[in-house]
């Protein structure tokens, strides 16, 4: 067997299972909506669904691009956010007894609850996305960041104080790295917050994304297009959260 | 010259008002090799770590070559018993880092290469030098890190019971490679080695200068040197009767001290 066959073979090994799930909801709704047991209306069937994948799937893209126009600046943002508050806050212990109330109670308002404000007082849409994204996502990995840099073993900083790393080399090369199942495990717990904010606040101020897409039809009554675009925007969804979760594996991969 | 005059030295941790060492005081010269010998939590890793500038005394002093230490340098290289290379780098990039520190002037070629050959110095194969050190054993990982600690050449080097998670094959093959490498240095190139240990038999082996720390607060309770010619060799070092009476003494002394901290 060559190099892709062995993959191929590795990968039906592993989630034979998981694929057997997945055919077996599509299977499901397939004979539910193809034998018109359930409102058709609602749920159209599987080749309407199909037609009109094939033909939004120029439009579904262009929305694809429109959200991650939103998404990655706002992971990236989300991310050094965090990692500034938290490093500056796990290394100084006076600040972090002053300002962990301080941010516990910024942290725990919905984002949702700000968006009415956030959308009324940013400049435009796109603003007051980032701003509710960020800040439904941010915080997770903030107390990752603080708990990961306040519980770094001892001896690993006292290597590096041997070694006289400092600064900036000290901040990248030791403390990050021994504090990253911490902080990654924060992101990681954030990207589903992340996602619920952008496709929220797509569908009620947006011109353009995934979620606007299958509001606009849903509002439309074109059932068979708000599920392509429901179906799309999952497929989407999880193969960034598989993006990650193999960024996760690499960058952890010490630790396993 | 790496001289090494411990005077008066005292410590305790600032949240407690027990007193760890209670003025330590010896002179060590330059390329001995002293084994603080001790039970454990007497104080010798506290001493090691006082010696390596990770801890402030709270009196006395230590001098090398007459400067006070302040603060950690590479010129105190340290082999720790475990977490002796960061574990999310490879046993390789763990040496070139220290090298990258020693001598920012090195390429990154000629810092692989010194690597590559310290590895190799140690008995590790080249393939080891990308290897993360979770997939080495205990005694491969002691192997890089006693390279990484030996490629920087520190004139002083600080060792804390650096085998003592090793099963005892292990362990006297890396306590050979020590005094193979210790011993390779013309005596005024040497490196002054002080190796923590709670193992008689390994002190009597490896040093030519034994601190034996008593029970805290802890202070020197017996020093022994042992003349050149009258070092300790392992094919003889249970049978010759001056080696054996050396390990009697030392042991007597210690638990002379224990009956005497049991008594008080």
Not at chain 2, 24 to 40: D, K, W
Not at chain 2, 89 to 115: D, H, Y
Not at chain 2, 191 to 197: G, I, P
Request: glycine content about 8%.
């Amino acid at each position: 067997m060559n190099g892709a066959g062995k993959i191929i073979a590795r990968f039906f090994k592993r989630y034979w299972i998981t694929i057997l799930v997945y055919l077996f909801l599509i299977g499901l709704y397939a004979y539910v909506a193809n034998n018109h047991l359930i409102n058709a209306f609602l749920f159209p069937t599987t080749q309407a669904i199909c037609k009109a994948f094939a033909g939004d799937r120029y439009i579904m893209l262009l929305n694809l691009i429109a959200s991650l126009s939103i998404l990655v600046p706002a992971i990236v943002i989300s991310l050094s956010l965090a990692l500034l508050i938290g490093v500056i806050m796990g290394m100084n212990r006076g600040l972090r007894d002053a300002l962990h109330p301080v941010l516990y109670t910024i942290s725990v308002v919905p984002s949702i609850l700000l968006s009415p404000f956030a959308l009324l007082l940013a400049p435009n849409f796109r603003t007051a996305s980032l701003f509710l994204i960020v800040y439904e996502s941010v915080w997770a990995t903030v107390f990752g960041t603080i708990t990961g840099i306040m519980t770094i073993d001892r001896r690993y900083l006292d290597k590096a104080e041997t070694l006289e790393l400092h600064g900036f080399r000290k901040l990248f090369r030791v403390m990050l790295p021994a504090a990253s199942p911490s902080i990654i495990s924060g992101f990681v717990n954030s990207l589903s917050g992340t996602f619920v904010m952008l496709v929220y606040a797509e569908m009620y101020g947006a011109e353009y994304g995934m979620g606007y897409y299958v509001r606009q039809n849903a509002m439309l009554g074109l059932y068979d297009k708000t599920w392509a675009g429901f179906i799309f925007m999952i497929v989407i969804l999880v193969i960034i959260m598989q993006i990650f979760e193999k960024i996760r594996n690499r960058l952890l991969l010490w630790t396993m | 010259m790496n001289g090494v005059e411990i005077d008066s030295l005292s410590f305790c941790y600032r949240d407690s008002k027990q007193e760890i060492l209670h003025e330590i005081g010896t002179p060590v010269e330059a390329g001995e090799f002293v084994c603080i010998l001790g039970q454990s939590g007497c104080g010798k890793s506290t001493l090691l770590r006082l010696l390596a500038g990770l801890e402030k005394p709270t009196g006395g002093s230590i001098r090398i070559d007459g400067e006070e230490i302040r603060g950690a340098s590479l010129s105190r290289g340290m082999v720790f018993q475990d977490y002796g290379l960061f574990p999310w780098m490879s046993a390789g990039e763990n040496i070139v880092l220290a090298l990258r520190q020693r001598f920012p002037e090195m390429t990154k070629a000629e810092k692989k290469a010194l690597a590559l050959s310290m590895l190799e110095k140690v008995g590790l194969q080249r393939e080891i030098y990308s290897k993360l050190p979770k997939s080495l054993s205990g005694g491969m990982k002691q192997r890089c890190a006693i390279a990484q600690a030996f490629a920087i050449d520190p004139p002083i080097l600080l060792m804390d019971e650096p085998f003592g998670a090793l099963d005892a094959v292990t362990r006297a093959k890396l306590q050979d490679l020590v005094l193979e490498l210790w011993e390779s240095g013309e005596r005024s190139r040497k490196k002054t080695v002080f190796f923590v240990t709670h193992d008689v038999d390994e002190a009597i082996l490896l040093a030519d200068h034994i601190i034996v720390l008593g029970q805290r607060p802890s202070r020197i309770i017996y020093e022994l040197r042992i003349p050149e010619e009258k070092r300790a060799k392992r094919e003889t070092q249970f049978v010759d009767p001056e080696i054996i009476s050396m390990r009697n003494e030392l042991i007597r002394q210690i638990n002379q001290d224990v009956e005497q901290h049991i008594g008080e």
